[in-house]
């Protein structure tokens, strides 16, 4: 019977109503937008929160945060947001598409990212003045890009970049690549990045660190299934899938 | 200077086999059905298409041959064809001056001499209009004087007059006829239309199946025709026959009497006018005399032409009033006769 | 019912799916003009966009010209060498064409970039770096719109009859000169439709030229990357300079049509 109503739902798909059943279990189908940098470890709470609530499926859409604010306010039919900057929350609970009081469930902090061998010796935010250097940052209209403008302020470094990416991803390749000396990103970014980027962590990063903000939605088309993600994010269990991945605890 | 060419060319089934002299100022016209090779042969001859085996030389030098290969552009030569290829966003002047510009003439004199030969195609006021504002004729025209204006050693004429209509046509063969009188090159000259060949041409090459079946002066050719495809170019009965003295037993069935006594293989041909039909057996005179039954009938200039079926089957040529007399319709069954001094015999 | 009036009507069934095509393009272009904040025009027409602006013509105008002398002797490679597997050649140049754009820029830095296959050794002979330059502007583009060019030119060769070349080597003219002064003329309109869809397709390009050439402003920013950049912070700007995009490319192109393309004398 029950799996009948998930093959229903999953027919039906992201709209799915909410169905609660007599027991107070949560079903049905939940529609999560998160910010592109927590695409690896929301895959593994959404796999966990499936696993804890059978009968529920999880769906993804992953993107830059101002993206998905701007879809939102479009009326895109999701049950939770999970945003890179409160900036991007903020976009959305000004036209109330959001009434809830949003949560910060992760905290994040820059790191400089260097090529493996780190063959244009930056080790300090300083060594990003170097023209000589090739540097990449993040635009300025990213939270990444901001979050350098800040740290660049309070240690009084005026940068020379080369490129000003579009996300961290991208400054990531160039990284990978060998393309740049060094690049400013977020710490669970070079770890996701694997051995071929290696971190140099600097005093002023802890000075502009990045809160992610996490909500349900208003028109919630799964009500009760978003609470539950959001409190599952939130949880213990959340907490150490974000922390494994280099996310700090807010 | 002699043209002198063996062309072997083998593509597929088809091959083209064909032995060929040109003297200089000569036009040699090679006539034949769709598909006979002619075009293959003038390919050649232009280097467009590689020789399979064989040479082409013009005196001592060697176009193509088993250690030589002149590629086109190297060759003297002027091609004019079949729908004229005139270079659509160039002006009539500067097609004519393209092959003198391509030689390396410098412009100013380039130009000189491809109005000068505008001139004498007679189109001086057409130097700047685009091919497309032509009319046939003055695009054939145009491509002629763009083909001479280098001066080439050897003309090729691809089916020259083919794209023309009846009356323009008349008209363009005259002036090409004038054209190739003052040329002093070697010219061959592709077609199947009979007309353009015999007056335009010094001799006949009749290629059938990639081979030479007939060669001659064009009056030869068209008063002995050797095979059913020339004969019928040249609009004449023909038939293949074994003579007895006057007596001649046809291959198709029949005997026709002829009037100079001959011995063995022969060829019999005469004119459809020639022959003259009656309803009733004619008596008298030392004629052929045979029934036969009308198989079609169909206008041929100011005549009637009408096929008869019956040993031999034949064409005769009769006026609209002998029509008219002998009411004839298809079915109907006649008598033909053609006197015996109106045929022409000679040895296969 | 007259004749003419049975030849002179449309058929529904092409006029109908014809203006729903139609509308289909032209609706979301209508969206955009409907919410640009006309007034907050002028401020927001910064030096920097000017700058933007300059550079994506510039840029795609240059990788037009790239495309066009590289481009028009492969398409002629293609439509009249004999050569072996030319079907398979064919088939891989359109390859940038289904290549998502992005991918195509970490393409070319995996051959061009600093540690490339062929850029490492550019870089150390010859001081040559193209990422994060103008010229890796032209380069990404001229990568992404090449195909463009060289399927519409290779059509028209295809198209054109090669007796017009034959014609031209009997009257004495190398394959070089029959090339320039025959065939090309001969394909001019498919040379010039090319090179307009070569045009538009590099001044549209976003993804290979911020993967490959990066993002700074007055050196590698392209209206596309401004565009993007300013929905990340500020979509009433986004608008604002897409719209001007569009008008700038329309114009050009509305020209060059007149020009070349409607007008021949």
Known sequence: MRGVLVLALLLTGCGAPAATSDSGKITGGVTVFAAASLTE?????????????????????????????????????????????????????????????????????????????????????????????????????????????????????????????????????????????????????????????????????????????????????????????????????????????????? | MTLTAELRVTRGTFDLDLGLTIGPGEVVALLGPNGAGKSTALRALAGLLPLTNGRIALAESTWDGSDAFVPPEER?????????????????????????????????????????????????????????????????????????????????????????????????????????????????????????????????????????????????????????????????????????????????????????????????????????????????????????????????????????????????????ATVADLRLRPGDRLWAAVKATETHTYPV | MTRRQVRGRLPVVLVLPAVLGLAFLLVPLAGLLVRTPWTSLPTLLSAEVGEALRLSLVCASLATICCLALGIPLAWLLARSGLPGRGFLRALVTVPLVLPPVVGGVALLLVLGRKGLVGQYLDAWFGISLPFTTAGVVVAEAFVAMPFLVISVEGALRAADPRYEEAAATLGASRWLTFRRVTLPSVLPGVVAGAVLCWARALGEFGATITFAGNFPGETTTMPLAVYLALESDPDAAIVLSVVLLLVSVGVLAGLRDRWISGPS
Not at chain 1, 110 to 139: E, Q, S, Y
Request: charged share 20%; aromatic share 6%; proline share 6%.
């Open chain 2, 76 to 320: 003297p030569i002027g091609v004019v064809f079949q729908d004229y290829l005139l270079f659509a966003h160039l002006s009539a002047l500067e097609n004519v001056a393209f092959g003198l510009r391509a030689r390396g003439t410098r412009k100013a004199e380039a130009r000189t001499i491809a109005r000068e030969w505008l001139g004498r195609v007679g189109l001086d006021g057409h130097a700047h209009v685009k091919p497309r504002s032509l009319s046939g004729g003055q695009a054939q025209r145009v491509a002629l004087a763009r083909a001479l204006a280098t001066g080439p050693s050897l003309l090729l004429l691809d089916e020259p007059l083919a794209a023309l209509d009846a009356a323009t046509r008349l008209q363009v063969r005259a002036e090409l006829g004038r054209h190739l009188a003052d040329y002093a090159g070697h010219t061959l000259l592709v077609t199947h239309d009979p007309l353009d060949a015999m007056v335009l041409a010094d001799r006949l090459i009749i290629l059938e199946n990639g081979r030479a079946v007939q060669e001659g002066p064009p009056a030869e050719v068209a008063r002995r025709p050797r095979t059913d495809y020339v004969a019928q170019l040249v609009g004449l009965n023909f038939y293949r026959g074994t003579a007895t003295g006057t007596t001649v037993e046809l291959d198709g069935g029949g005997r026709l009497t002829i009037a100079e006594p001959a011995w063995g293989a022969v060829h019999i041909a005469f004119p459809p006018t020639a022959v003259s039909l009656y309803s009733a057996q004619p008596s008298g005179s030392p004629r052929n005399v045979w029934p036969v039954t009308v198989a079609g009938i169909e206008p041929h200039a100011h005549t009637t032409r009408v096929r008869l079926d019956g040993a031999p089957a034949v064409l005769a040529d009769v006026t609209t």
């Open chain 1, 41 to 250: 470890t929301f895959t593994q709470l959404g796999k966990d929160f499936e696993a804890a609530n059978p009968g529920t499926k999880v769906k993804f859409n992953f993107g830059g945060s101002s993206a998905l604010a701007q879809q939102l306010d479009q009326g895109a039919p999701a049950d939770v947001f999970a945003s890179a900057a409160p900036a991007n929350m903020k976009q959305v609970t000004d036209t109330k598409t959001i009434t809830d009081v949003p949560r910060t469930f992760a905290r994040n902090e820059l790191a400089i990212a260097v090529p493996k061998g780190n063959p244009g010796k930056i080790t300090t935010l300083a060594g990003f003045a170097d023209a000589g250097k090739k540097i990449a940052l993040c635009a300025e209209q990213v939270p990444c890009g901001a979050a350098a403008k800040k740290v660049f302020e309070i240690a009084k470094v005026t940068p020379a970049p080369d490129t000003l990416e579009q996300d961290v991803k991208a400054v990531l390749t160039k990284v990978s690549l060998g393309e740049v000396d060094g690049a400013l990103v977020y710490r669970t970014d070079v770890k996701a990045a694997g051995d071929k980027v290696e971190g140099v962590t600097f005093a002023e990063a802890s000075q502009a660190v990045n809160d992610y903000p996490i909500a349900p939605l208003a028109k919630a088309p799964n009500a009760a299934a978003a609470k539950a993600f959001v409190e599952f994010v939130l949880s213990d269990k959340g907490r150490a899938v974000l922390g494994a991945a280099g996310f700090g605890s807010p």
